[in-house]
């Protein structure tokens, strides 16, 4: 089994539109959670972090369920600049807890 | 403030060749990452170092491969006796001591070729 698993894709939506990614990882002693964006092959961006309570940024809003070890990005009134992938990451247990590790991306197409 | 830099952007070589990839880290960061991705594959680590020290290796392959992070200077990864499969896109990241819950930034990659 993979360590973080993503669709991968791609989802194909029109502008506007509110879309959900969805991520589980395999080791419960994961200890962060984040969300990157990577464009066209060019360096994975930080996205936003993930919490257990939830947090949004803008139309961004990632929730995070510890116990089902499950990870989702939500992105609503999608725009054609959101066109890219997004890399679901999770951090910590091995490595002194620093190594952070990837999942293959979902990716995302928005159009008019 | 200069993030993290990666040179060269793009390298050729020819099979057998060496590649030497740098890496500067973020001012202030004294730990590195190095992840690879191949085409139409996701990231994956390879090694994450500190100040003289490889912390985990665990995603170099065992033979050819090898990464520093001099008390002075850039990180440099090692790909000796280049071939075919070493083709892909390498990424650097740096991160400040300890703060398990910071996501880290990545330098723009260096793209190897190998011919």
């Known amino acids: 089994r993979k360590e973080v698993e993503q669709d991968p894709g791609p989802f194909n939506v029109p502008e506007g539109a509110t879309v959900a990614f969805n991520c589980t990882y395999s080791?419960?002693?994961?200890?962060?959670f984040f969300w990157y964006r990577q464009d066209c092959r060019k360096e994975p961006k930080l996205l936003m972090s993930?919490?257990?309570s939830g947090n949004e940024d803008g139309r961004f809003t990632a929730q995070l369920n510890r116990a089902s070890q499950y990870i989702s990005l939500l992105i609503r009134d999608s725009k054609l600049s959101d066109s890219a992938t997004y890399l679901c990451?999770?951090?910590?247990?091995?490595?002194?807890?620093?190594?952070?590790?990837f999942g293959t991306g979902t990716q995302l197409k928005v159009e008019l | 403030n200069a993030g993290v830099m990666q040179n060269p952007r793009h390298l050729v070589r020819r099979r057998g060749q060496e590649a030497r990839l740098r890496c500067s880290p973020v001012?202030?960061?004294?730990?590195v990452y190095w992840y690879r991705q191949l085409p139409e594959e996701g990231l994956k680590f390879m090694v994450y170092?500190?100040?003289?020290?490889?912390?985990?290796e665990s995603g170099m392959p065992k033979e050819r491969f090898s990464a520093e992070f001099p008390k002075e200077g850039p990180s440099i990864l090692r790909i000796q006796q280049v071939v075919r499969g070493d083709s892909a896109a390498y990424f650097c990241?740096?991160?400040?001591?300890?703060?398990?819950?910071?996501?880290?930034?990545f330098g723009s990659g260096t793209r190897l070729t190998v011919v």
């Open positions: 001012k202030g960061h004294s730990h």
């Open positions: 080791n419960s002693a994961s200890q962060s």
């Open positions: 170092l500190q100040k003289e020290n490889i912390i985990d």
């Open positions: 990451v999770v951090k910590g247990v091995t490595g002194g807890g620093n190594k952070l590790t």
């Open positions: 990241a740096s991160s400040p001591p300890g703060g398990l819950g910071y996501g880290y930034t």
């Open positions: 993930v919490y257990s």
